[in-house]
């Protein structure tokens, strides 16, 4: 008996550990391995009861943005603190504020949830680069737009009171998926004055790390990816069911297959509306390998949008290939290869270009919504290849997510005998060709003394040229 318990007591510390090492590992995104959304506090202003502090939230990620509605920050407070008044964003609820009769504070909420205003905001309630809706660019795409801030007054610390750094932070961006490290005391902020020739540090910093997790954010998969090639008529599909199916009930989103559907009563209810299909996913990314050269192969990219009732704006597509280890061109998108940690095939990501294909609209009475590029790529002479799917991609995602990859056995393979006939042409041996072709003509005219009877047309013709073309010689 002793030794079943042994036994399973071993096996709950495996199991256990099996779980802990898997949350890890979902924490880590080895294609991301230094992503995180870093909040910090900076006192720059003591009061007789408080302090004034600027907020900072910054977007470390390399391709996952903050999308609608925004980001929203909540915390705990230590102490007896409220927030006095604020500006670059707001608190949801002021709450029970009855104790201070002769002011009126922001929020008297223990536990305060913060939301950043919009661009419309009045100028008083404003801030230097405050304001974008909670909207966070990556910061690989756009760095200016990647952070966001806002000052907020807490007083109701008394005199002589000590300060404490906030509790419990929580970010949610714009959903859960996100853990918050403690707020912990750093070196204290130093920023540039007067052209960069003086230094000004704030009093106290506080700083936390927040890290995100697929798992916490348990969202159901929003695109999928289908592939095609040139060598092979077949057309390899999304995978069934990639984003729910059409009977799953409830839970499954809202699906319309007939256009005179796009004014009924379950259309104009539902916030989040995608054409029926066999796959469901909002966004499709289709990989079409389009031409094999001498020196380079061509690869065509679709990003199709089946949402009736969204559109995805700042949006972005990563792919993991090896091909991106050699030189590529994006012709409609723009482009970087992102540093990667543990993966032998290159990261490339793609976003739209400003004010041509920078958002991604939704879908019509007559088409979906779609973006698309061509991507021409130099060969690795020792690693190129069309056999064993070589030339689809490993990994994709769209905005950060993962998207449904079909499986390896269902991928459009090279036909029988096909390894020889698909190699590009030699242009050398092509030249080569040419030439025997006319040394053989050349001797053959010869043979069959055409070449006297020849020159003895060509000299009849000789006059009757230089009367019609007097400045040809």
């Known amino acids: 008996m002793e030794l079943i318990f042994s036994y399973l007591h071993l096996f709950t510390l495996a199991f256990a550990l099996l779980i ?27 009061t007789n009861d408080g302090y004034v502090a600027r907020v900072t939230i910054q977007n470390y990620h390399q391709y996952r943005h903050v999308d609608q509605p925004g980001w929203k920050i909540g ?11 604020m500006s670059g964003a707001f608190a949801t609820e002021q709450g029970n504020c009855s104790d201070f009769k002769f002011q009126s504070p922001h929020s008297c909420e223990k536990d305060p949830v913060i939301v950043d205003l919009g661009p419309d905001a009045s100028p008083q309630n404003m801030t230097d680069a405050c304001c974008h809706g909670g909207l966070l660019s990556s910061y690989t795409i756009n760095p200016a737009n990647s952070v966001s801030f806002f000052e907020v007054t807490v007083g109701n610390l008394g005199m002589n009171a000590s300060c404490h750094a906030p509790q419990n932070l929580t970010l949610w961006a714009p959903g859960p998926g996100y853990t918050c490290g403690l707020l912990e005391d750093v070196d204290p902020t130093v920023s540039l004055e007067i052209g960069g ?101 061509r690869v065509k990219v679709t990003v199709s949008n089946y949402n009736y009732k969204r559109n995805y704006s700042n949006w972005n597509v990563v ?24 993966f032998s095939e290159k990261v490339a990501l793609f976003w739209g270009i400003s004010y041509y294909n920078e958002e991604l609209l939704q879908a019509g009475e007559n088409q979906v919504g779609s973006v698309t590029t061509q991507i021409l790529l130099e060969k690795d002479s020792e690693s190129f290849t069309l056999s064993n799917g070589w030339a689809l991609p490993r990994r994709v995602y769209f905005n950060g997510e993962n998207c449904e990859m079909p499986l390896p056995d269902t991928f459009p393979m090279l036909p029988n005998a096909a390894s020889s006939s698909l190699k590009p042409v030699n242009n050398c041996f092509f030249i080569l060709q040419i030439l025997f072709f006319l040394t053989f003509t050349s001797q053959l005219i010869n043979l069959l003394g055409f070449d006297k009877q020849l020159s003895k047309f060509c000299l009849s013709l000789q006059p009757h040229f230089l009367i019609h073309n007097p400045l040809s010689f």
């Open 197 to 297: 020739r003086r230094q000004v540090q704030v009093f106290r910093t506080w700083k936390s790390t927040c890290t995100y997790s697929t798992f916490l954010a348990n969202k159901t998969p929003v695109c999928c990816v289908s592939l095609s090639t040139f060598y092979n008529p077949k057309v390899t599909p999304c995978p069934v069911c990639s984003c729910g199916c059409r009977d799953a009930g409830k839970s499954t989103a809202l699906c319309i297959s007939q256009i005179n559907q796009l004014q009924g009563p379950d259309f104009i209810k539902s916030q989040d509306i995608v054409h029926c299909s066999d796959h469901m996913c909002p966004v499709g990314v289709h990989w079409h390998v389009q031409n094999n050269y001498v020196g380079h192969w």
């Open 20 to 46: 802990a090492m898997g949350g890890l590992a979902d924490c880590y995104d080895p294609l991301d391995p230094y992503g995180n959304i870093t909040v910090t506090f900076d006192i720059h202003q003591w």
């Open 75 to 85: 915390w705990t407070w230590a102490d007896n603190e409220i927030i006095l008044s």
């Open 319 to 342: 792919v993991q290939h090896p091909g991106f280890s050699q030189k590529a061109t994006a012709y409609s998108f723009n482009s970087s290869v992102l540093p990667s940690a543990g």
